[in-house]
């Protein structure tokens, strides 16, 4: 019987930083430090603690987030691929990630990288050793390859070699320090078959054999509902929608999202709404709505996403630049009720929906928290009988102003949210 000690790793959901939205593929070894070093001196004491690189840090040529294919990339003996010493100087010497994960780890925080499903395309080509292994990288591959990049082929897991490949993988992780894997081409029903099932189950067995907590996030969405429980049982974080920018359309179409999925989540299993892209975004990113940005969102739409996310118990991964944040996309972050509602939440659903507005009720032991979601394009007006109705108390407090509620009725913007929080009764 396979023992699930993985859900161990995330207790509640990972909170963190990554690359992709500021910086597509691109991104260089002063930018992660710097990120970091925000991370560790503002965000730490609210819970705030991986660190994540995102994909091709093995791509010397990587400048945005459109792939160069087929462009040589960096890798070893063992068919495995490396950070790009051009990009990432202290990997010189044969080192790896592993200076960069000292010091994300000397500041107290984690640090995660970002890999694609397979082996790498040019060691299949190449015939390139496997660690551990007889076998040929070509003696392993199967050809069901990514869609949208061209690095790497599939692993053959009928063949025992595929998982001796994925632990000589895990093994070279776990010697630099790494703390979190977000696994790309992996998760996506479009593309699900068999061949990704094993793959999956291949990275958590790898994982497992290295003795070390990493934690294992799945990309990218949407997640198919149907394998939910196979989710639980080999991953900590699954996306369930395909990469989220900061448009409304797609925030709104996240509410249909988070009340399918919201049933599956818990402690150590997490399904994934994706990175949150406040801020500063689009710094070297060219996907979504394109250019270098502060978000797109208003800051009702933004206290609509971070609503909706926690109350869900969404990972909360930050994609802006933290080095440059202003007080408003701070205050998101560093809000202390939100946050332990994130944490503590043990039930939570969709209460109810109508063209104008959508409700979800969540529980901890201690509190009972409402958000009511005005998706309509203008205001609307709630009085206290409707929120008595709801189950909102005249003691609840507003999440977001701080503040007890107080008149007969309470107004929410267009795309914005009342969020509030009681005691248990």
Known sequence: ????????????????????????????????????????????????????????????????????????????????LLPDPGRFPSVSGGRGFKPLADYVHSLGLKFGIHIMRGIPRQAVHQATAIKGSDKSAREIARNNICPWNSDMY????????????????????????????????????????????????????AIAQTGRQIVLSLSPGPAPIKNGSFFQRNANMWRITN?????????????????????????????????????????????????????????????????????????????????????????????????????????????????QMIVWYARSDHHVYYGIFNISSKPIMVSQAQLKQIGIENDARDVWHNSQLVGSTVTIGSHDVLLTEQLRR
């Open 154 to 205: 599939g692993v053959n897991m009928d063949i025992p070699e595929g998982q001796i490949y994925y632990n000589s993988l895990m093994d070279l992780y776990a010697s630099w320090g790494v703390d979190f894997v977000k696994c790309d081409d992996i998760a996506n029903s479009q593309l699900y078959d068999k061949t990704h099932k094993n793959e999956v189950v291949a990275l958590r067995k």
């Open 243 to 355: 990469d989220f920018w900061d448009e409304w359309p797609l925030l709104y179409n996240m509410f249909d999202r988070a009340e399918e999925w919201a049933p599956i989540s818990r402690p150590g299993n997490w399904p994934d709404c994706d990175m949150l892209p406040l801020g500063h975004i689009g710094i070297r990113s060219v996907d979504g709505p394109g250019g270098n940005r502060q978000t797109r969102f208003t800051h009702a739409e933004q206290r609509t996403m971070m609503s909706l996310w926690s109350l869900m118990q969404s990972p909360l991964i930050m994609g802006g630049e933290l080095t440059d944040l202003d007080d408003w996309t701070k205050s998101l972050l560093t809000n202390s009720t939100l946050l332990k509602m994130d944490n503590s939440i043990s039930e939570k659903f969709e209460l109810t929906r109508t063209d």
């Open 1 to 80: 019987m396979l023992i699930n000690h993985h859900r161990t790793f995330a207790p509640v959901p990972p909170k963190g930083w990554n690359s992709w939205d500021g910086y597509g593929a691109s991104v260089r070894e002063e930018e992660v430090r710097k990120n970091a070093e925000y991370m560790s001196k503002h965000l730490k004491q609210f819970g705030w603690e991986y660190i994540v690189v995102d994909i091709q840090w093995y791509e010397p040529t990587a400048n945005s987030s459109r792939y160069h294919d087929f462009y040589p990339l960096v890798m070893d003996n063992y068919s495995r």
